[in-house]
């Protein structure tokens, strides 16, 4: 049974960091592209970042959040990560790991297999 769970989430101030993590069970972790998305109310889910392979070099952001927003892996702990700094209130969203088992379609949402229950960021202006 393949099993996402995020971790990471909470309040914090406009500027502030946090970091999201994602532990994956129950599949092959190192040969899936990992992604992270985000849906704020009222609002479609929205792709955040993306990495395929295992390496960790193959990575991918949304424009919103370049240079702000790093993804990482830890293949050995089946481990992927989220580094989020300089938040912004608009940021505030639930924020979820995905697994997919191609490296198309990497910021599809709809074209992912597998899903976290999701985690909170809040951030405050």
């Known amino acids: 049974q393949v099993q996402l769970v995020e971790s990471g989430g909470g309040l914090v101030q406009g500027g502030g960091s946090l970091r999201l993590s994602c532990v994956v069970s129950?599949?092959?972790?190192?040969?899936?592209?990992m992604g992270w998305f985000r849906q704020a109310p009222g609002k479609e889910r929205e792709f955040v970042a993306a990495?395929?392979?295992?390496?960790?070099?193959?990575?991918h952001y949304a424009d919103s959040v370049k240079g702000r927003f790093t993804i990482s892996r830890e293949n050995a702990k089946n481990i992927v990560h989220l580094q989020m700094n300089s938040l912004k209130p608009e940021d505030a969203a639930v924020y979820y790991c995905a697994a997919r088992g191609s490296s198309t379609d990497y910021n599809d949402y709809q074209k992912y297999d597998y899903w976290g229950q999701g985690t909170q960021v809040t951030v405050s202006s």
């Open positions: 129950g599949m092959p972790f190192s040969t899936y592209t």
């Open positions: 990495m395929i392979g295992w390496s960790g070099m193959n990575t």
